[in-house]
């Protein structure tokens, strides 16, 4: 028994990216066919050499077929999975175990989600038939992750007035962030005046506070270590992967006091571990965590060791997540303003850091960590709401055995 | 000795003025009072359940319980029986008779007439939401609300609080209101037409019980009339030489009247206050006329409802607006949010759920003692499997850990609230707050729990529980 990781065993070769936003003119099928084109190109191969598939996606297609109709591919081995908002990691997840294990040459993790075309605002629902008796998807994703703030108010005793600043700024930066990223569907930055004085969501937050409900998708393409100067001189190595699907427990047991995430806590503990990372915040250069509502960066910064307990809301006024501050946190605008097509959003992630640790980022948002010679970065995506959800973290860098 | 064992009345906490509808309507006038509304999330089975939980407070007395009755002339189904979620939602014996008595509003007085001489525990619910067409008199004068009442032997746990003395019923044909099936209003004749048909059955069917129970109209301590037909209830204590102090009021100008429910509810109230040893009569009108004689107990005073009928009456909300009774009645059809529908409860899994879903039993474990909601096979603290024990929290109040207001949520009347409650006792849900505002939902508010239809999806009801603000019953521990 035990759990061993596959720290620098496959590197992350080729990455593509659609513009996240409300496609009205572009399907599912046009999605893919976009980032999975991208992906193989910026690897310097084609489709057909591609030898496994994992395609991960909520809602937006079901099976291997999803995929291999749409990229006419020739009998190729396609696994379609869904792990919540948490899908696409699980994709890339999956794919680089595939190739670590030496059963495949060159893995494909690709994710997908079209919310719009559904004509609501919010999630789709894909909920098992039931009795109407548990409580589950009767109120909002935003009225669920809104019962951490009352909860970090009271148990650290911040005025609810300066929380919501806090949370304000949460919104501010990551807006500020995506206004200088061509593919984010939110471009242009938001006073902190104008988030606070936004249209009621749930309990406090605003409209501003939410991730962007939109459409995307994203593809990396994965090979083991040695072989990865055949397709790039500047792969990313990766470090770590931890997945954790929690017990569920903290809406039935009384010790959950709602102001931390436990699953992000034993996975960030075991990415750690994998990774040889002691010291977070002075080791990773660059993080993008799963902001879906702006309660869910403030408690992040603690359950991913970024802050001491109780703190995080003071290094977040500081500034220390900015852009140009000592940890850059969601860099590419987050889920925030970059958008959340729920399967993709995992892949979306690891394509700012494939930008960032290779210099390809935009000057102006380009992180300034990497200057002092850290070299990696963390992509958090998360699923579920407080007190029962699955939790990924990976850590990847630019230099192996480092 | 049989006779009556418990009793209890339920009065949703909405209000609406009359003065609201006469100014939205743009009529002038003097409405006076306001008239109880059922929640947008009650029907008369879930009034009916909240009464009946009320009367069944003692565990031994729901083990007692034989037949069940539910008069209401608002069913929320046809075809299936309703009175069987007062069964589940009781968690009543398997062996138990369920069975409805609906569509007429006589039929509160007749489930109450055939129920009072029974020898086997008879539970027997009367409810009602009263809807009339916007800006008639059925509208500003009715009401919503339930009563239950159980019928049968005494013993030490449920003594009798009163003897049944006597009972008469006269029946008669007569249009004088009626509803076509699906029709969203009753029609009623000329009134002075009905009065001098009702008058004189009230009064012989009064005379009648009386002298069988050797009583007087003259000697009698509280007489309850009931009925939806105004001025012959008025009239008749007259007529019948009840002197004017020994009529029970109507709560009308407060709570209108409910109905079905409406003797029930008053007869509550008059129990809630008499002494020992005092005789009752509750005459109802319509149809004909039907009086149930008693004569409370010594028992009754310490046996009274827990929350007495004059309490649900002042417990009233703010006032409602007019816009927001008519569509929780499904009488202005608002534009729904754009998100989607929310899912029916399925047959199957309400089926095999249905000591959760209906009554709230939840799981102990065996091993360790964590309650767990809702019930599972492993423990949530101890891992151990199918060691567990059935423990109903229907009952338990508990304290909010978090809360948070949701604007979005599908609701014919935003916001909804959603806390996370912690059971005294142990055990966590997270669920509804319900007759709520912004306050009650603050971390370390009591809270108690409230079967509700949280909602109806596709044609079908889900029948659930929503926490409520505590009442004074429910004390920290």
Same mark, same amino acid.
């Given at each position: 028994m035990g759990s061993h990781g596959i720290r620098d065993r496959v590197a992350i070769v080729g990455m593509g990216c659609t513009p996240f936003g409300e496609h009205w003119s572009r399907s599912v099928d046009d999605l893919l066919v976009e980032s999975t084109t991208a992906a193989v190109e910026s690897a310097g191969t084609v489709l057909d050499d591609v030898d496994a598939f994992w395609l991960g996606t909520q809602a937006s297609g079901v099976s291997g077929l999803a995929l291999s109709r749409v990229l006419r591919l020739p009998n190729k081995p396609v696994t379609r999975l869904e792990n919540m908002c948490a899908t696409g990691s699980e994709a890339l997840r999956n794919a680089c175990y595939a190739v670590a294990s030496g059963a495949y040459d060159v893995a494909m993790a690709v994710g997908v989600e079209k919310l719009k075309d559904s004509g609501y605002s919010g999630l789709a629902g894909t909920q098992v038939p039931g009795a109407g008796d548990d409580g589950r998807g009767e109120g909002t994703a935003p009225a669920n992750f809104a019962l951490l703030a009352p909860a970090y108010a009271q148990r650290y005793g911040v005025d609810r007035d300066e929380l919501k600043q806090v949370l304000a700024r949460i919104a501010w930066k990551n807006h500020v962030n995506g206004a200088r990223?061509?593919?984010?569907q939110f471009r242009k930055e938001v006073p902190i005046e104008r988030i606070v004085a936004a249209p009621p969501v749930a309990g406090m937050l605003g409209v501003f506070d939410c991730s962007g409900v939109s459409d995307g998708s994203a593809a990396a393409v994965v090979v083991r270590a040695e072989d990865a100067h055949r397709y790039t001189d500047r792969p990313l190595y990766v470090k770590a992967l931890s997945l954790v699907a929690g017990p569920a427990s903290g809406l039935a047991r009384q010790d959950y006091d709602f102001t931390t995430f436990p699953e992000v806590v034993a996975s960030a503990a075991e990415a750690y571990k994998q990774a040889g990372v002691t010291d977070p915040r002075s080791q990773v250069a660059m993080a993008e965590v799963h902001d879906c509502f702006t309660p869910t960066e403030l408690v992040l910064m603690e359950d991913l060791g970024f802050s001491e307990r109780g703190q995080a809301w003071k290094d977040i006024q500081a500034g220390v997540f900015d852009l140009d501050g000592a940890l850059p946190v969601n860099p590419d605008g987050g889920l925030k303003a970059f958008g959340h097509p729920i399967g993709a959003s995992g892949l979306r992630m690891m394509y700012e850091a494939w930008l960032q640790l290779r210099g390809e980022a935009p000057p102006e948002r380009r992180i300034s960590s990497l200057a002092e010679g850290r070299s990696l970065a963390m992509t958090h995506n998360l699923g579920g709401g407080p007190g029962e959800c699955v939790s990924f973290v990976s850590l990847v860098g630019s230099e192996p055995h480092a | 000795m049989a006779g009556l064992i418990s009793y209890a009345a339920y009065v949703p906490c909405h209000r609406l003025a009359r003065s609201e509808i006469a100014a939205a309507l743009g009529e002038g006038g003097g409405s006076r009072g306001t008239r109880a509304v059922a929640g947008d999330d009650e029907d008369t089975t879930s009034m009916a359940v909240e009464a009946a939980r009320s009367a069944l407070a003692s565990r031994a007395l729901r083990d007692r319980v034989g037949r069940v009755l539910l008069a209401t002339a608002? *069913? =929320?189904?046809?075809?299936?029986?309703?009175a069987t979620v007062l069964h589940a939602a009781l968690g009543l014996r398997p062996h138990v008779l369920a069975m409805d008595a609906v569509g007429s509003v006589r039929s509160g007085a007749g489930a109450l007439a055939l129920a009072a001489p029974s020898e086997v525990p008879t539970l027997v619910a009367l409810s009602d939401v009263r809807v009339g067409l916007p800006g008639g008199a059925d509208e500003r004068d009715g009401g919503d609300g339930a009563a239950a009442f159980v019928f049968g032997p005494g013993d030490d746990d449920a003594p009798v609080v009163a003897e049944v003395l006597a009972q008469d019923t006269v029946s008669d044909e007569v249009l004088e209101r009626w509803r076509l099936p699906g029709a969203p209003a009753s029609r009623v004749w000329e009134e002075r037409f009905a009065e001098e048909v009702y008058v004189p059955q009230a009064v012989a069917a009064l005379e009648a019980a009386l002298c069988g129970a050797g009583l007087t109209a003259g000697g009698l301590d509280h007489l309850v009339v009931a009925g939806l037909h105004g001025r012959a209830a008025r009239a008749v204590p007259r007529a019948a030489g009840v *002197? =004017?102090?020994?009529v029970a009021g109507d709560l009308g100008d407060r709570i209108g009247n409910a109905g079905t429910a409406q003797p029930g509810i008053l007869l509550a109230d008059v129990l809630d206050r008499a002494a020992s040893g005092e005789t009752v009569a509750l005459l109802t009108i319509g149809d004909g006329a039907s009086v149930l004689v008693l004569r409370t107990t010594d028992a009754l005073p310490a046996h009274r409802q827990p929350v007495p009928v004059s309490a649900r009456v002042a417990a009233g909300r703010p006032p409602l607006r007019y816009a927001t009774y008519l569509t929780w009645r499904g009488l202005l059809d608002r534009e729904p949010p754009r998100r989607p529908e929310p899912e029916p409860p399925y047959a199957p899994p309400s089926h095999r759920r249905a000591g959760w879903k209906y009554a709230l039993v939840a799981s102990a474990c065996t091993k360790c003692g964590a309650r767990q909601l809702p019930p599972g096979r492993v423990c949530l603290a101890c891992h151990a499997v199918d060691a567990t024990r059935e423990e109903s929290l229907a009952q338990v109040a508990g304290t909010v850990a978090t809360s948070t207001v949701d604007h979005l949520a599908f609701s014919p009347s935003p916001p909804t609230y959603f806390v996370v409650v912690d059971f005294d006792g142990g055990g966590r849900f997270r669920c509804e707050l319900t007759d709520a505002d912004e306050a009650d939902a603050a971390i370390g508010a009591r809270v108690e729990m409230t079967f509700r239809r949280t909602g109806t999806a596709r044609g079908v009801h889900n029948y659930f529980w929503k926490a409520r603000p505590a009442t004074a019953a429910a004390a920290p521990s």
């Open positions: 990223n061509p593919r984010a | 608002a *069913p =929320a189904y046809l075809d299936t029986t309703n *002197p =004017a102090e020994r």
